[in-house]
């Protein structure tokens, strides 16, 4: 099978691989939600990559895998511990829900002269408070405040520098390519985050004519499917990986 043909396989199957497992769930506990959450992440954004890739669109397709490399690093960090796996999954919901207490407040303030669309932000914002509110999170919430308060300019942590993680996600990168079961795989993608050039990729669409002349690729270039074009396989590589320590999971899962 070509490239193309062997994501779609790892897709489909890691999609089953899913839905199996979230017909026997209730989600009610932190740690299955968080990681059943980041799994299907990765499975759309791998199937992201695909389509992107079927339609011949390079840029949107580099997205997708940018995305891909955040969300599995985020995965692989939560379960590298089997100790620290309940924690890291509650600073990740922990994190979420600081995130969306700020947009959210941000809105009440842009829209209060909209009665009824500020009182539907306020019901998010009280659901959001509410949910830090929970028993399981008290330990870590005090955490994340202690790290918010160093920060002098008040911004949020990233949820994986708690307990004296990573700060950045290409240290985040670097700390598990140290114990990594595929140094080279973990070494691409801390290239891949450390370019610190995403933001100029619209220039790489320029190209010379034979009059030296610049000229502008195509908005939808031609695929191959035969070709590995669009890092169609390190995608599948971070999926199967990815599906690897789902199953994982579910065993961890069983014991929290």
Not at 228 to 234: A, S, W
């Amino acid at each position: 099978m070509n490239p193309y043909e062997l994501l779609c396989k790892v897709i489909d199957f890691g999609n089953k691989e899913l839905e199996d497992y979230t017909s026997s769930k209730d989600f009610q506990g932190t740690h299955t939600l968080v990681l059943s959450s980041l799994f299907r992440k990765i499975i759309e954004l791998s199937d992201g990559v695909r389509v992107c890739a079927e339609t011949g669109l390079s840029g949107p397709a580099e997205m997708n895998y940018r995305g891909l490399v955040e969300a599995s690093l985020s995965f692989k960090y939560i379960l590298e511990d089997s100790n620290l796996a309940q924690n890291r999954a509650i600073a990740y919901r922990i994190g979420f829900h600081k995130e969306q207490i700020e947009a959210v407040k941000d809105a009440i303030a842009r829209y209060s002269s909209d009665a009824q669309l500020k009182e539907h932000y306020e019901r998010g914002l009280q659901f959001h408070e509410n949910e830090l509110q929970k028993d399981e999170f008290t330990n870590v919430l005090d955490e994340y405040n202690r790290v918010r308060a160093l920060d002098r300019r008040g911004f949020l942590p990233k949820w994986y520098s708690l307990y004296n993680g990573p700060k950045s996600i290409n240290l985040l990168a670097r700390h598990l390519e140290q114990n990594s079961d595929d140094p080279e795989l973990m070494s691409k993608l801390y290239s891949f985050l450390s370019t610190g050039a995403h933001i100029y990729t619209a220039l790489a669409e320029l190209k010379l004519d034979d009059q030296k002349r610049f000229v502008l690729n195509p908005v939808w270039k031609s695929f191959n499917p035969n070709v590995d074009q669009f890092n169609l396989t390190p995608t599948r590589a971070l999926l199967t990986s990815s599906i690897l320590r789902f199953r994982v999971c579910q065993e961890i899962c069983v014991t929290l």
